[in-house]
């Protein structure tokens, strides 16, 4: 029974994910200042699960450096909640720049979602 009901989670999510509203023209935008070389946070709800969906970061890397990133569970123990994706980013020049985050399978090519995030980054 258990086995069933998370087919059946994993299938929803699945098909909200291929078919939501925001099926790949959903984008989101999001304004960031941050400060040369120190680190900064972008956290993106991911209902990752069984679906083999995950974000991915799109960035200048003259502009930022990927420092970490890590999947974080759900607090609750419902099928199909979702977590959260953390990625930390360090500015190494001062100027404005775009990280894309993109909600994709690994093996495909086109996103199912993007958020774009424009940051400034100010001197020390």
Not at 21 to 48: D, N
Not at 61 to 69: D, Q
Request: charged share 25%.
């Amino acid at each position: 029974m258990i086995k069933i009901t998370r087919t059946l989670a994993s299938l929803f999510l699945f098909i909200v994910l291929c078919f939501g509203p925001w099926q790949k023209s959903y984008a989101s935008e999001h304004e960031v200042t941050a400060k040369l070389k120190q680190p900064f946070r972008i956290v993106l709800s991911a209902a990752i699960g069984s679906t083999g969906y995950s974000w991915s970061a799109r960035f200048d890397e003259a502009f930022f450096k990927l420092k970490k990133s890590w999947y974080e569970k759900p607090e609750s123990k419902l099928v199909g909640a979702p977590g959260k994706q953390i990625f930390i980013f360090v500015p190494l020049k001062p100027g404005n720049a775009k990280i894309e985050m993109l909600l994709k399978r690994p093996w495909e090519s086109s996103a199912v979602k993007t958020e774009s995030y424009e940051i400034s980054i100010l001197p020390e």
